[in-house]
């Protein structure tokens, strides 16, 4: 399932190859976040032409619309959505604490269990409940390659009290959906299980022996990215990443720059997601090359140092210095539009707050995000 094919004599970073049931990804990746089926603005024929092979969607909003049983009926979520890659969905657990969390009068909607947890959902207020063994359940209806046990996702700063409980519970959870899923026969998907701990050493290394020891296909680093610094996330992975199983893919949630990215693949890490492309897009912040970008960006990417990031820049395209720019969007991409518009057009786009506008600059954006992740694997071959 999860081949390493080669690590650095430099630092942690490694190349892999992780096999689905839909294809073979070359490691490290990133992910194109799809949350209802969809990347904002971009179609699965887009996806396609970036070259990714993975887009990532969310347990949680397919559950509640248009419902995991419809997405079956209909001939699971590939044919749903026209994608015939890989498909990882979360577990829905971070959104059920964020999303479904509090009404307008501030009110917990949520009520977790040992069982699992009861929330409201934000569309309708409907109640749901949710347990490891229909997470999964929900996740392999959909038809998707890589599932992800539920967990708890902690906010920082958190009382490492609350993180304890909360690491107990996720571990719970993890061997309920394991047990669950050593029963199920005939195709299912690969499981990944979410190591917890906030920035507690302890907590976290505990979380991770409790998951390893029950062998999952995969391993995601969940709970940063969700208030603390960068130099706080590089000194979790420092000491958790070299303890993760060696033969399994590791997956920084939600993470991040490029800068981030970059240090978590120094590091060890394979896999990543972030709605930060399509995000930025749409307001107007465009991901482009610095001058020498690729040269800089492989000197950062064996270098002890922390990257700073110069290897990129983010224009703004609102900004009036473009208006009259005659330049094309980017040069060298795959996509006519982007090869064939001019800058001062998208500027004016931004300026009359036409759709298209977002829709250009977060294919910029995406087309940057997996260029860079080419480029990480071109330099470590």
Same mark, same amino acid.
């Given at each position: 399932?999860?081949?390493?094919?080669?690590?650095?004599?430099?630092? %942690?970073?490694?190349?892999?190859?992780?096999?689905? =049931?839909?294809?073979?990804?070359?490691?490290?990746?990133?992910?194109?976040?799809?949350?209802?089926?969809?990347?904002?603005?971009?179609?699965?024929?887009?996806?396609?032409?970036?070259?990714? &092979?993975?887009?990532?969607?969310?347990?949680?909003?397919?559950?509640? &619309?248009?419902?995991?049983?419809?997405?079956? +009926?209909?001939?699971?979520?590939?044919?749903?959505?026209?994608?015939?890659?890989?498909?990882?969905?979360?577990?829905?657990?971070?959104?059920?604490?964020?999303?479904?969390?509090?009404? =307008? +009068?501030?009110? !917990?909607?949520? +009520?977790?269990?040992?069982?699992?947890?009861?929330?409201?959902?934000?569309?309708?207020?409907?109640?749901?409940?949710?347990?490891?063994?229909?997470?999964?359940?929900?996740?392999?209806?959909?038809?998707? %390659?890589?599932?992800?046990?539920?967990?708890?996702?902690?906010?920082?700063?958190?009382?490492?009290?609350?993180?304890?409980?909360?690491?107990?519970?996720?571990?719970?959870?993890?061997?309920?959906?394991? %047990?669950?899923?050593?029963?199920?026969?005939?195709?299912?998907?690969?499981?990944?299980?979410?190591?917890?701990?906030?920035?507690?050493?302890?907590?976290?290394?505990?979380?991770?022996?409790?998951?390893?020891?029950?062998?999952?296909?995969?391993?995601?680093?969940?709970?940063?990215?969700?208030?603390?610094?960068?130099?706080?996330?590089?000194?979790?992975?420092?000491?958790?990443?070299?303890?993760?199983?060696?033969?399994?893919?590791?997956?920084?949630?939600?993470?991040?720059?490029?800068?981030?990215?970059?240090?978590?693949?120094?590091?060890?890490?394979?896999?990543?997601?972030?709605?930060?492309?399509?995000?930025?897009?749409?307001?107007?912040?465009?991901?482009?090359?610095?001058? !020498?970008?690729?040269?800089?960006?492989? &000197?950062?990417?064996?270098?002890?140092?922390?990257?700073?990031? %110069?290897?990129?820049?983010?224009?703004?395209? &609102?900004?009036?210095?473009?208006?009259?720019?005659?330049?094309?969007?980017?040069?060298?991409?795959?996509?006519?539009?982007?090869?064939?518009?001019?800058?001062?057009?998208?500027?004016?786009?931004? +300026?009359?707050?036409?759709?298209?506008?977002?829709?250009?600059?977060?294919?910029?954006?995406?087309?940057?995000?997996?260029?860079?992740?080419? =480029?990480?694997?071109?330099?470590?071959?």
């Amino acid at each position: 399932m999860f081949k390493l094919i080669k690590k650095s004599n430099k630092n %942690d970073a490694r190349l892999g190859k992780l096999t689905t =049931a839909h294809g073979v990804l070359a490691t490290p990746f990133f992910m194109p976040v799809g949350t209802r089926a969809a990347v904002k603005y971009i179609s699965s024929e887009d996806i396609r032409k970036l070259g990714s &092979k993975i887009v990532l969607s969310n347990t949680y909003h397919l559950m509640l &619309k248009p419902g995991e049983q419809l997405i079956k +009926k209909l001939g699971g979520l590939h044919k749903f959505m026209d994608w015939n890659g890989s498909i990882l969905t979360d577990s829905g657990g971070f959104q059920v604490f964020s999303l479904a969390g509090k009404n =307008a +009068k501030g009110q !917990n909607l949520v +009520k977790l269990t040992e069982e699992g947890v009861q929330f409201s959902s934000h569309i309708d207020g409907s109640k749901h409940f949710l347990t490891p063994e229909s997470c999964y359940d929900i996740q392999r209806a959909l038809g998707v %390659d890589i599932a992800v046990c539920l967990d708890e996702c902690v906010a920082l700063p958190a009382k490492r009290e609350y993180v304890a409980k909360s690491v107990e519970l996720t571990s719970s959870w993890a061997k309920r959906a394991k %047990d669950h899923y050593q029963k199920i026969k005939g195709a299912k998907p690969l499981l990944f299980a979410v190591v917890q701990g906030g920035l507690e050493k302890d907590l976290r290394l505990k979380s991770l022996s409790d998951l390893s020891a029950l062998d999952f296909d995969g391993y995601n680093i969940g709970g940063l990215s969700v208030g603390e610094s960068p130099i706080e996330m590089y000194k979790v992975l420092d000491y958790l990443v070299p303890e993760m199983p060696a033969d399994k893919p590791r997956y920084l949630m939600g993470v991040g720059y490029p800068e981030n990215i970059i240090e978590a693949v120094k590091r060890g890490v394979d896999m990543f997601d972030c709605v930060i492309p399509t995000r930025e897009g749409r307001h107007g912040r465009v991901f482009a090359w610095a001058k !020498n970008g690729e040269i800089k960006l492989a &000197k950062t990417l064996f270098s002890s140092k922390i990257s700073t990031g %110069d290897f990129y820049e983010i224009l703004n395209y &609102k900004n009036a210095k473009f208006a009259t720019d005659k330049s094309p969007i980017s040069a060298q991409s795959k996509f006519v539009e982007l090869r064939n518009y001019s800058k001062a057009y998208l500027h004016y786009l931004f +300026k009359v707050e036409e759709p298209m506008s977002a829709r250009l600059a977060s294919l910029q954006n995406l087309e940057f995000y997996l260029e860079l992740m080419s =480029a990480i694997r071109h330099s470590l071959r």
